[in-house]
């Protein structure tokens, strides 16, 4: 999903990119949290919150053309009852930073004690 950086992460790589400062990289692994409200560049969405939820660690494949995809399944079990509509990505500092945010394709609506997985390769990033 392009243009979907946050405010710090679009710092963050302007920084490296134009060799100013030293700008630290995002402690991992890269955790992936599920919304019930999304947020925008400056401000984080409302996380779901309850039953077993916790967020899931983040593995990619290298980039490619720009772009990336998960090289894992994320799966989360135990979901409290909730309607997920977007994602955000942290990274798993003591005080997490986040990094990226997004709608999903379609919300999903579930029922408490389900649970909501993303396949290898069906969660994609890009910078365009």
């Known amino acids: 999903m392009a243009d979907n950086l946050s405010n710090t992460a679009e710092n963050l790589l302007m920084d490296w990119l134009n060799g100013v400062g030293t700008p ?3 402690t991992t692994p890269l955790k ?13 969405g409302t996380e779901v919150a309850g039953g077993a939820y916790t967020r899931q660690s983040l593995a990619v494949a290298a980039a490619a053309g720009g772009a990336t995809t998960n090289s894992a399944d994320l799966l989360w ?7 997920i509509v977007g994602w955000e990505i942290w990274d798993n500092a003591s005080t997490p930073v986040r990094l990226w945010y997004g709608p999903l394709d379609a919300s999903q609506t579930l029922p ?6 993303i396949t290898a390769g069906g969660f994609g990033l890009s910078i365009s």
Not at 32 to 44: F, H
Not at 77 to 83: E, F, I, L, V, Y
Not at 112 to 117: P, R, Y
């Open 24 to 26: 630290t990289r995002p």
């Open 32 to 44: 992936v949290a599920l919304l019930t409200a999304i947020g925008d560049d400056a401000t984080a």
């Open 77 to 83: 079990t135990g979901m409290p009852a909730c309607t």
């Open 112 to 117: 408490a004690g389900s649970e909501f997985k």
